[in-house]
C-alpha cells in the first residue's frame, strides 16, 4: 500500500464507524432499559465511544502514516537529486574525455612525424637503429594512449546514457513471432 493510501486508511479509521442494521430492536419504556443488549441506542453508543477512547492511538498511527510519506517523498527527492548529479558528473566526464582524446591524437600524430623522420634518416645512414627503436617506442607509447582516452570516453558515454534513465531490450525478443 502506498503511504498516501495508509493515510487515508488511518485517517478513515479515526471516524466513528456506525452501522446501520436491519436487526429489529427493542423499545424501551424505561431509561434503565436503554443500555440493555439488543436496544439501537446501546449499539450506536458503542460504536461511536469506540472512536472515542482508541482515538490518540489512531491520531498517533496517522501520525506516522504522514510521516511515512514524508519519508518517501525525501527519498524520492534525494533519488532525483543523486541522478541529476550522476548526469552532470558524466557531462564534465565527457569534456575531459573530449580534451584527452583530442590531446593523444596530436601526440600520437606527432610521434607519428617524428618516427617517419628517424626512418627517412636512417635510410641515408645519419641515425642508428636504437634512435629508430625508441621512435617507435615513443608512437607505439602514445597510440595506446589514444586507445586508452577513447575506451574511457566509450565507457562515460554508457554511464551517460545509463544515468539518463537508459538501457538496451533485446528487440528480436519483444518483436512479434513470425515477422
Known amino acids: 500500500m502506498t ?7 488511518a485517517v478513515a479509521a479515526r471516524l466513528p464507524n456506525i452501522v446501520p442494521s436491519a436487526n429489529g430492536g427493542t423499545g424501551a419504556f424505561y431509561p434503565a432499559q436503554l443500555f440493555l443488549p439488543g436496544t439501537a441506542f446501546y449499539t450506536f453508543a458503542g460504536n461511536v465511544a469506540q472512536s472515542a477512547f482508541d482515538g490518540m492511538t ?13 519519508q518517501a517523498e525525501a527519498r524520492y527527492r534525494s533519488t532525483v537529486i543523486n541522478a541529476f548529479q550522476n548526469v552532470a558528473d558524466t557531462l564534465r566526464a565527457l569534456q575531459g574525455d573530449a580534451r584527452a582524446v583530442r590531446e593523444t591524437r596530436i601526440a600520437e ?13 636512417q635510410s641515408f645512414g645519419s641515425v642508428s637503429q636504437l634512435a629508430v627503436v625508441d621512435a617507435q617506442r615513443a608512437y607505439l607509447g602514445t597510440s595506446i ?3 586508452q582516452a577513447e575506451a574511457q570516453r566509450l565507457a562515460n558515454a554508457v554511464a551517460l546514457f545509463t544515468a539518463l534513465g537508459g538501457g538496451w531490450a533485446n528487440r ?6 513470425g515477422s
Open 58 to 70: 489512531l491520531l498517533n498511527k496517522q501520525r506516522a502514516a504522514e510521516a511515512g510519506l514524508d
Open 172 to 177: 528480436e525478443s519483444s518483436s512479434p513471432s
Open 3 to 9: 503511504p498516501s493510501a495508509q493515510i487515508g486508511v
Open 109 to 121: 600524430n606527432t610521434a607519428r612525424r617524428y618516427l617517419a623522420k628517424i626512418r627517412s634518416q
Open 145 to 147: 594512449a589514444r586507445i
